[in-house]
């Protein structure tokens, strides 16, 4: 089972970056598709960027250009880094993993309804 985790958030400034982490308890986790999602108060959770099995990325419009999904070399741990932050990127961060083997396409990388195991969250707060 896959139990993502995830850490790095805090309080920055506009424009300034900002890098979150996701660690998942499972070694075999390489083999779901794994995404950030956000969730501001008052809104619906909003899918960020998702990283498939394939290898391919998916980003928001929102983020695109600023944000940015990879994983270490290790394929242990997930990072979103994020650049010139707004703040509309204000938002608790949750890391999610989908199914395993489960390939998603770019519209159902962003959804919700597709990821089973999600993480607790981490709170990312941006002030001008």
């Known amino acids: 089972q896959v139990r993502p985790v995830e850490s790095g958030g805090g309080s920055v400034q506009s424009g300034e970056s900002l890098r979150l982490s996701c660690a998942a308890s499972?070694?075999?986790?390489?083999?779901?598709?794994m995404a950030w999602f956000r969730q501001a108060p008052g809104k619906e959770r909003e899918g960020v960027a998702a990283l498939d099995i394939d290898g391919s990325t998916t980003y928001a419009d929102s983020v695109k250009e600023r944000f940015v999904f990879s994983q270490d070399i290790a394929k242990t741990t997930l990072f979103l880094q994020m650049n010139g932050m707004k703040l509309e990127d204000t938002a608790k961060y949750y890391c999610?993993?989908?199914?395993?083997?489960?390939?998603?396409?770019?519209?159902?990388?962003?959804?919700?309804?597709?990821?089973?195991?999600w993480g607790q969250g981490t709170q990312v707060t941006v002030s001008s």
């Open positions: 499972s070694s075999t986790y390489r083999r779901y598709s």
């Open positions: 999610a993993a989908g199914r395993p083997n489960q390939s998603l396409n770019r519209f159902q990388a962003l959804d919700a309804e597709w990821y089973n195991y």
